[in-house]
């Protein structure tokens, strides 16, 4: 909890005062105020400017962005966020010298670090908010990747006569087989198995 006590003669110019100091707008403060104005005897002896203790409150995508940027200070790297407003929420597009060591073996590391910052950013949001990770564009160079891995595998299937079971993914990853093999007119793809084992399967319709 981020507080301050600010004066001022009046308790408007005190809030007024924190609220430059922060550079924030009257909505990201809560305010408290401790000590009246008083103007004293004839107006001039032992005059007292108010007191106001101001709190900051949260803004879920700045909390996003301080724990994200810990993380990177343990791990000495150096790693520029970016921030994109998209239909589904918000997208922190990372960029840097040393990313594959975020990325991971196939984005697991990634998809770690994503859900740990959408903990840390829903802690400090009044409704749901849903971040995307990305590094260097992994994200539409994996997706491409999982659209022609399925169109290579359901041309196995049907060849074969035989279901496929991929390797466990994300939630995200399975949605992009689903979509991908959702109108083929010869397989149907469904999930089978349990968190983080959950798997697609791609069989004939």
Same mark, same amino acid.
């Given at each position: 909890?981020?507080?301050?006590?600010?004066?001022?003669?009046?308790?408007?110019?005190? @809030?007024?005062? #924190?609220? !430059?100091?922060?550079?924030?707008?009257?909505?990201?403060?809560?305010?408290?105020?401790?000590?009246?104005?008083?103007?004293?005897?004839?107006?001039?002896? #032992?005059?007292?400017?108010?007191?106001?203790?101001?709190?900051?409150?949260?803004?879920?995508?700045?909390?996003?962005?301080?724990?994200?940027?810990?993380?990177?200070?343990?791990?000495?790297?150096?790693?520029?966020?970016?921030?994109?407003?998209?239909?589904?929420?918000?997208?922190?597009?990372?960029? #840097?010298?040393?990313? #594959?060591?975020?990325?991971?073996?196939?984005?697991?590391?990634?998809?770690?670090?994503? +859900?740990?910052?959408?903990?840390? !950013?829903?802690? +400090?949001?009044?409704?749901?908010?849903?971040?995307?990770?990305?590094?260097?564009?992994?994200?539409? &160079?994996?997706?491409?990747?999982?659209?022609?891995?399925?169109? &290579?595998? !359901?041309?196995?299937?049907?060849?074969?006569?035989?279901?496929?079971?991929?390797?466990?993914?994300?939630?995200?990853? &399975?949605?992009?087989?689903?979509?991908?093999?959702?109108?083929?007119?010869?397989?149907?793809?469904?999930?089978?198995?349990?968190?983080?084992?959950?798997?697609?399967? @791609?069989?004939?319709?």
């Amino acid at each position: 909890m981020k507080t301050i006590v600010v004066t001022g003669k009046t308790i408007e110019e005190a @809030i007024k005062s #924190g609220l !430059a100091q922060w550079n924030v707008p009257p909505e990201r403060v809560k305010t408290q105020v401790l000590e009246q104005p008083s103007k004293g005897l004839f107006g001039l002896i #032992g005059t007292k400017d108010a007191k106001v203790e101001l709190e900051l409150i949260p803004d879920a995508l700045e909390e996003a962005v301080a724990f994200l940027e810990d993380v990177f200070r343990t791990m000495s790297i150096q790693v520029k966020i970016d921030r994109e407003h998209t239909d589904d929420g918000v997208q922190f597009n990372l960029s #840097g010298k040393e990313l #594959g060591i975020l990325i991971g073996r196939r984005g697991q590391t990634l998809d770690s670090l994503q +859900y740990l910052v959408n903990i840390v !950013a829903n802690r +400090y949001s009044n409704s749901h908010l849903r971040i995307v990770l990305d590094a260097e564009n992994f994200r539409g &160079r994996r997706k491409q990747t999982l659209e022609e891995l399925s169109d &290579r595998l !359901a041309k196995r299937v049907i060849r074969s006569r035989k279901e496929v079971v991929l390797e466990p993914m994300s939630s995200q990853e &399975r949605k992009v087989i689903h979509s991908q093999l959702q109108n083929h007119p010869d397989v149907k793809t469904f999930s089978k198995g349990e968190e983080p084992n959950r798997r697609v399967v @791609i069989a004939l319709r």
